[in-house]
């Protein structure tokens, strides 16, 4: 199996800054994108950032220019730097891993247990 475990959310005022961070394991071939996603109660989960394995980015319009995300594909790691938080960035963030687990195998989407990012004074 693959786990996705995400650390490094938590309570900031508006203006500050966070650093989330994802690392997969287990049987693990290769990675492809990874990204982050957010959540709020009754509104649909939606992209924040993403990263392919060949260093391309996105983001979404609502964090360009305050997040970066980064990746560390010897670990199997994926990073984001939320800078000038605001009230609205409160949300669960998902990480997100595009997986294959074997040489010939298909991809897969694994998702890890979500981290709390509060943003209020």
């Known amino acids: 199996q693959v786990q996705l475990v995400e650390s490094g959310g938590g309570l900031v005022q508006p203006g500050g800054s966070l650093r989330l961070s994802c690392a997969a394991s287990?049987?693990?071939?290769?990675?492809?994108?990874m990204g982050w996603y957010r959540q709020v109660p009754g509104v649909q989960r939606e992209l924040v950032a993403r990263?392919?394995?060949?260093?391309?980015?996105e983001y979404s319009d609502s964090v360009k220019d305050r997040f970066t995300i980064s990746r560390d594909n010897a670990k199997n790691a994926v990073f984001l730097q939320m800078n000038s938080l605001k009230p609205e960035d409160t949300a669960v963030y998902y990480c997100?891993?595009?997986?294959?687990?074997?040489?010939?195998?298909?991809?897969?989407?694994?998702w890890g247990q979500g981290t709390q990012v509060t943003v209020s004074s």
């Open positions: 287990g049987s693990i071939f290769s990675i492809n994108a």
């Open positions: 990263t392919t394995s060949g260093g391309s980015t």
């Open positions: 997100n891993a595009a997986v294959k687990r074997t040489r010939l195998g298909y991809e897969n989407n694994y």
